[in-house]
């Protein structure tokens, strides 16, 4: 029995020395499953939840375009994924060409992309450039307050002298 325990003591230190350590259980692997937690990992975008679990899988195993049923499985999975496109657009534009923002959004019909702008408060002018937020307007200044007194810098200066 001593000697089975120090068989699986090496074996569990081989795989935790190895670049398997990362994977839990790679020979259970199932893409579905795997393809779902993913999936339902971007629709918490714009935390961390998505990478944290990409690294933990190899990239060979799922393809969204393989598997376009999964996200039949995700509530609600492409407006999330269209609320965060709509956050990094609002954060980085002032104005967007509307076909760019339409093919951003995935090509939805454009009725759905007058729904997002609508959400967000974005308007269309005449030359089909969308206007997303005025960027300087949210600069927020920060005042910094140094506090350096006499007394500190007086002895730096006696030195100099």
């Known amino acids: 029995m001593a000697t089975t325990f120090e068989q699986m003591r090496a074996n569990v230190g081989k795989l935790l020395r190895g670049i398997d350590r990362y ?29 944290l679990c990409k690294c933990m899988i190899d990239q060979t195993h799922s393809s969204l375009e393989e598997n376009r ?8 999975f492409e407006d999330s994924v269209r609320k965060f496109i709509c956050h990094v657009v609002g954060i980085t534009y002032q104005n967007i060409e509307y076909r760019l923002l339409a093919e951003m959004l995935g090509d939805p019909l454009d009725t759905q992309v007058k729904v997002w702008m609508n959400k967000y408060g974005w308007t269309e002018n005449e030359d089909g450039q969308i206007f997303i937020h005025n960027q300087e307007e949210s600069v927020k200044p920060k005042n910094i307050v140094e506090k350096i007194d006499f007394e500190s810098v007086s002895s730096i200066m006696a030195t100099s002298q």
């Open 23 to 51: 994977q839990f259980n790679p020979a259970y692997f199932q893409t579905t499953v795997t393809a779902q937690i993913l999936l339902k990992a971007l629709t918490n975008l714009p935390h961390t939840d998505f990478t």
């Open 69 to 76: 049923d999964l996200i039949d499985g995700i509530t609600g």
